[in-house]
């Protein structure tokens, strides 16, 4: 059975770092690209960042682009996804998803910043 | 960026009755559309890709069709399980971007 689930969420003042991890089981993690979305309170779905299956490629969204980076160690079967700068519109829930077109989803990491 | 506009933003419909969901893109996207439900408080499940693919485990009374650029779901006898909040997502080019949402109640 595919499982994601994403650990690292909490509260962070503006301008701090998180760290959000993906521990992936159940299906050959190293095969497959992986993927972040977000979604704010009350709000639609936002993709964030997609790291290919050997991280040679790297995409971001406008809005996280330097401020965030994706990466991944397939000998732990786990995905990353490193934040600095935080701003208060990055308070949203944090999904992990497998592959191009997000075919199994984690449980998602609430990230909160404010002071 | 392909803009993905999601129609009706919110639908009442009955036990039994055909839903219809569609999503126009600003661009040609191919078959590159993928649907996804979520339910209250979890995270979106995915039900069609390639526009027309049921995904593994989804009932069949779920479908996903194109015409040109649009591109539509189609529930064909509502259950009470069905409600929920529909997502289309276009992953024909990068940025990956989802329609608006559809709020599907029951009337």
């Known amino acids: 059975e595919v499982q994601l689930v994403e650990s690292g969420g909490g509260l962070v003042q503006p301008g701090r770092s998180l760290k959000l991890s993906c521990l992936a089981s159940?299906?050959?993690?190293?095969?497959?690209?992986m993927n972040w979305i977000r979604q704010a309170p009350g709000k639609g779905l936002e993709w964030v960042a997609s790291?290919?299956?050997?991280?040679?490629?790297?995409y971001y969204a406008d809005t996280v682009k330097g401020r965030f980076t994706i990466s991944r160690d397939n000998a732990k079967n786990t995905l990353y996804l490193q934040m600095t700068s935080l701003r208060s519109e990055d308070t949203a829930l944090y999904y992990c998803?497998?592959?191009?077109?997000?075919?199994?989803w984690g449980p998602g990491t609430m990230v909160t910043v404010s002071s | 960026d392909i803009q993905m506009t999601q129609s009706p933003a919110s639908l009442s419909a009955s036990l039994e009755e055909i839903v219809t969901i569609t999503c126009q893109a600003s661009?040609?996207?191919?078959?590159?559309l993928s649907w996804y439900q979520q339910k209250p408080g979890k995270s979106p499940q995915l039900l069609i890709y390639?526009?027309?693919s049921l995904a593994d485990g989804v009932p069949s009374r779920f479908s996903g069709s194109r015409s040109g650029t649009q591109y539509s779901l189609k529930i064909s006898r509502l259950q009470v399980e069905d409600i929920g909040i529909y997502y289309c997502?276009?992953?024909?080019?990068?940025?990956?971007?989802f329609g608006g949402g559809t709020k599907l109640e029951l009337k």
């Open positions: 661009q040609d996207i191919g078959n590159w």
């Open positions: 790291i290919s299956s050997s991280s040679s490629y790297i």
């Open positions: 390639g526009a027309t």
């Open positions: 997502l276009q992953a024909y080019s990068a940025p990956p971007t």
């Open positions: 159940g299906f050959t993690f190293s095969n497959y690209g």
């Open positions: 998803a497998r592959r191009g077109y997000f075919d199994f």
